[in-house]
């Protein structure tokens, strides 16, 4: 029997995000090619120790000199500290394995993901990333593989292709953002330059995929889009309407939890038997503990009093788990407050509030790179028109920075306020040329229709 | 009508500003670009199905109307058909602007067949934009050409080309309305339009212009027009010009060394619009009244009448009468305030006037020689690769890396803490495989024998004898040849600011070549600069299984 945590951890395929985008794409690749043990294999841990106490075979120097070099090499190849683990850049892929303990947050959507990934999709991956290391990398590469070529062969993970439309689980929206993430983070493998950058863009286009995932398994309708607007930090139309999309957003998927809330307490109840709103505290403190957690607190003294409040036992849980901050697992409000945060992760939110003079970019310049790099073999163009990039980005992805014909009439009839949406579709272009500008991606043929260089 | 008014009628938004406001027989400009040969092509049946496309600005409509003209059709029964699609008579189809109405499944149809099978002519203009969904339209619906339309697009025209500069020019300075107006010596634009057709000055002009156009700002015939007329005319009406004309210190503002590197009206300083008159704001931006050159200073200051050129009475009168202290002064407030203007206005004056001054207080070091090298063959270019890579080394390095010729590998990916420190490889990849290349040599559009180019950037190309496709590249801007060129001189030194447009490109092209190149050598010798006093040496033998470090 599922609880309705474990239920909601199920359905989403995450229980909230990592601390840092990058280890996702870590996680990615360590349950790509190898089984997601929670124990560590022995051969796992020796590396762990050999790393952290400089003790490295196949170096060779004096003393000063190696314990200099291994010092620098560890800081170089560490991708996170956290209170429960340290992670590092997958240089060779066995680093991806040990654990900094966050990985129970995202480890349903990435072991979803990785399931549509087939023999080969696996093996192209391999030959891209490892097969064409740039020197330095190698350097680091071959350095740990000499730790572990004498210890005991770690099987590789077994890993059965299933389609993401197979899985009765996902939604029609959902299953279409794994297929395109398996999509670009291929394409990407073969643009990036080594394991390093693959690992930092890949962990951004993770984030993207996993919030606008937790969107579409809550089918919260998009027809007002996601709108990534670079010039939210200058001009006070873009910045309103920015807050308001994300606020409409973060409203809707709040309600597609409170709805599901109710059928997975609903299903719960039926899983474990007996009636579903008992009128005695000591029945629905016994519900509770079976439903939701042994420890949970919902159903205090004054039962009766909540129960008249919140109409019945679903709506005082609702309301515990929705309001309490201690709340015994806040699973709720955690999964709730994982896709803002992911959106910020990914570049796509401002992490400041609408008053904030801060500057700070919308739409940040490092998720546009890596956008274009994942865009390139795909488009198989060197260089095209922005705003053809634009109508791209608009549908694969539902990012859009331009109040276009599919959603200018709920623009006007909901933010009549704002002005004219060319003077904030003007401010975005600017802004987003100028990100382009800055990166060497922009070339003007025209002011009117200048060109994103997808190749240099 | 007086010059200024018809100048001024050029300037953005005025009543000349585009074709369409033009009125019938009144004086105008007229430029002889290159691109109206295709009229005559059109008349001779040589040309039958075109497409002008470039932004506004760039002279479609003027063009179109020229072709109109010479094919005996009346212009306003072709203007007036545009409300239904288009003019469609006697074989000619006309579309002077696909953006005026939708692009409708009949009309992709209609335009796909009258381009297929142009009957005496078919033209077609259309903005990039437009045309782009145009072909994406074509591509959608599976319509393709049995012979592919000639594609003119204006905007790839350069207009500070040595060649359309002096036609620019020509047709602005030369045209009949001047001899009509019959101006006095003495007038501001009489002046002005004297010192314009210098050819020294004219040349200064345009290698200033140059600076926006090699830094990637696309310039229109429009943005010409009325950042000529502003200069000329000190943007003045004739009667504020000839109140002005007859008091010399008045006037010193407004002559053409002044009022080419003003300020721009309503700019608002710390704002975000671009000013209006784009390329006076280039302009501005490269002031040389804001540039220090302290030995040129001390002789504008101390000998501005023993120069190699003379400088204008009204200057020489302000150095005379305004650079000392008067009796009734108890600050010195107001008189560095006039010392600050003469500077600005000597060195503006001696920048466009005499070889010496350009020299200066042009803000590049390397500009000549990068044109040179833009327009060079690129057989020609291999002497430039030396300074370019060893200008890498050194930027990569952090300075640390300067008597190599070859290029080291430098490891630029990630965003580790460890990024501060330098990282390569001594795996060297050697001058000879690399190419430098300009941007017209690299890609070359159908209709480009109409308009006159100039190339914008160079591209060093790796491995020298690949297909251009399977290269990898570096373009190779202004400001990248400046930082690399300037740190390999023997002066060296790096510019104050590095611009992080060059160094994305740097580092996207230094990490498609640490993949391309593979090792050969059996032990990879690697250098790590870790801190300003921590450096090891990596020597990696994979062979054996061993790094040594030293």
Redesign the interface.
């Known amino acids: 029997m599922a609880t309705v945590p474990e239920k909601f951890a199920h359905y989403y395929c995450a229980r909230r995000e990592m601390s840092d985008p990058a280890d996702l794409a870590r996680l990615f690749v360590a349950r790509l090619f190898y089984p997601a043990d929670t124990r560590l294999p022995a051969t796992v841990t020796h590396l762990v120790e050999a790393l952290k106490h400089g003790k490295l ?6 003393k000063a ?2 314990g ?2 291994v010092e ?1 090499l560890r ?5 996170g500290w956290r209170t429960r683990g340290v992670s590092y ?1 997958p240089l060779h892929p066995m680093l991806s394995r040990p654990l900094n303990r966050e990985e129970p947050r995202v480890d349903g959507f990435i072991l979803t993901l990785v399931q549509s990934f087939s023999s080969a999709d696996r093996q192209h991956l391999h030959n891209a990333l490892w097969g ?1 290391l ?6 680091i590469h ?2 740990v593989q ?1 730790q572990i070529e004498e210890a005991e062969q770690t099987p590789m993970a077994i890993v059965e292709q299933t389609r993401p439309g197979m899985d009765s689980n996902l939604t029609p929206a959902a299953t279409a953002i794994l297929e395109q993430t398996r999509e670009d983070l291929l394409a990407l493998a073969a643009e ?3 394991v ?2 693959f ?2 863009h890949a962990g951004r286009l993770l984030a993207l995929a996993l919030t606008r995932f937790f969107l579409a398994q809550a089918n919260v309708d998009m027809t007002l889009p996601i709108y990534a607007a670079p010039a939210a930090d ?1 001009h006070e139309g873009v910045r309103t309407l920015a807050h308001e999309a994300i606020e409409v957003h973060r409203a809707r998927f709040e309600q597609a939890l409170h709805r599901q809330f109710e059928a997975f307490f609903q299903g719960a109840v039926a899983e474990v038997g007996g009636a579903s709103d008992p009128s005695s505290a000591a029945g629905a403190r016994d519900l509770t503990e079976r439903i939701f957690n042994p420890k949970a607190n919902i159903v205090s003294g004054q039962y009766a009093d909540l129960r008249e409040e919140y109409g019945s036992l679903c709506g005082v849980s609702y309301h515990y788990y929705w309001h309490h901050s201690g709340a015994r697992s806040r699973f709720l409000r955690q999964l709730h407050t994982a896709q803002l945060n992911l959106a910020k992760k990914a570049g796509i939110a401002n992490s400041r509030s609408r008053y904030s003079t801060w500057h700070y970019y919308w739409l940040a310049p490092s998720l546009v790179e890596t956008l274009l790099l994942v865009s390139r073999p795909r488009l198989m163009r060197d260089r095209m ?1 922005v ?2 990039l634009l109508r791209d980005w608009r549908k694969r992805y539902g990012l859009t920075m331009l109040i276009d014909d599919s959603w200018q009439d709920i623009y006007r009839a909901n933010f009549p306020g704002l002005g004219n949406p060319e003077a904030l579709n003007e401010a975005n272009q600017r802004r987003f040329n100028v990100i382009l ?13 200048p060109w994103v260089v997808l190749r ?1 | 009508m007086h010059p200024a008014e018809i100048l001024q009628g050029y300037r953005l938004g005025g009543h000349q500003a585009t074709v369409e406001l033009q009125k019938a027989g009144m004086p105008s400009v007229h430029i002889d670009f290159d691109v109206l040969r295709l009229v005559e092509d059109v008349r001779a049946g040589n040309v039958k199905a075109v497409i002008l496309t470039g932004t506004a600005g760039d002279g479609k409509t003027y063009l179109a109307y020229r072709v109109i003209d010479a094919l005996g059709l009346d212009r306003a029964a072709v203007a007036a058909a545009q409300s239904q699609g288009g003019y469609n008579q006697d074989g000619v189809y006309t579309d002077l602007d696909l953006s005026a109405g939708p692009l409708t499944s009949a009309r992709v149809q209609r335009l796909h067949q009258v381009l297929s099978k142009p009957g005496r002519l078919t033209l077609v203009c259309a903005n990039e934009g437009k045309l782009s969904e145009l072909e994406e339209r074509f591509r959608a619906s599976g319509l393709d050409f049995p012979q592919v339309p000639l594609r003119i697009n204006l905007s790839r025209r350069s207009l500070v080309s040595p060649e359309a500069w002096t036609k620019v020019l020509h047709g602005v300075l030369d045209a009949s309305f001047w001899d009509e107006a019959n101006l006095p010596d003495a007038d501001l634009l009489a002046r002005n339009r004297a010192a314009l057709q210098d050819a020294q000055m004219a040349e200064h002009v345009r290698r200033y212009l140059l600076l926006p156009y090699l830094l990637g700002e696309p310039i229109t015939v429009r943005e010409v027009l009325s950042f000529l007329a502003y200069v000329l005319t000190g943007g003045l009406t004739p009667a504020q010009a000839a109140e002005v004309s007859n008091d010399g210190i008045r006037l010193l503002p407004y002559l053409l060394f002044n009022a080419l590197f003003s300020e721009p009206d309503g700019y608002v300083h710390g704002g975000r619009a671009v000013p209006v008159e784009k390329l006076l704001w280039w302009m501005f931006r490269f002031d040389p009244g804001a540039t220090a050159n302290p030995q040129t200073d001390l002789q504008l200051l101390t000998r501005l009448d023993q120069l190699d050129v003379a400088p204008p009475d009204e200057l020489c009168h302000y150095w005379r009468s305004e650079m000392v202290v008067r009796p009734e002064e108890e600050s010195d407030t107001k008189y560095r305030e006039r010392v600050a203007r003469f500077m600005r206005y000597a060195r503006r004056w001696y920048a466009l006037f005499s070889d010496t001054g350009h020299r200066a207080y042009f803000p590049f070091r390397y500009f000549d020689q990068y044109v040179d090298d833009l327009l060079m063959r690129s057989e020609n270019l291999d002497n430039q690769i030396s300074p370019l890579v060893k200008g890498l080394n050194l930027l990569l390095s952090g300075g640390q890396v300067g008597g190599e010729f070859d290029l080291n590998l430098y490891h630029t990916a990630g965003q580790s803490i460890a990024q501060r420190s330098v990282v390569y490889s001594k795996t060297q990849v050697g001058l000879g495989d690399f190419c430098l290349v300009s941007d017209l040599t690299s890609g070359h559009v159908g209709g480009d024998m109409y308009v006159e180019c100039h190339p914008r950037r160079l591209y060093l190309c790796y491995p020298a004898e690949a297909d251009p496709d399977n290269q990898i590249r570096l373009p190779v801007s202004l400001l990248l040849y400046e930082v690399l060129m300037g740190a390999a001189s023997p002066e060296g030194g790096f510019p104050a600011t590095l611009w992080a447009k060059e160094r994305h490109t740097v580092g996207r092209f230094m990490g498609a070549l640490n993949r391309r190149v593979k090792e050969k050598s059996p032990v990879a010798q690697f250098v790590v600069l870790a801190k300003a006093n921590s450096t090891f040496n990596l020597a990696h033998d994979s062979k054996n299984q061993r790094i040594t470090v030293s």
Do not use: C, M
């Not at chain 1, 990166?439 to 003007?444: A, E, P, Q, S, W």
């Open positions: 075979k196949g170096l060779a120097g004096s000199d190696v200099k070099s620098w800081a170089f190849i560490t991708l850049y064409n740039p020197p330095f990398e190698k350097v071959d350095l000499w990036v330059n080594g390093q950058d690992t930092d200058s028109l705003v053809e500008s800055e990166r060497g991606r922009l070339h003007k043929n025209s002011d009117d229709f240099d």
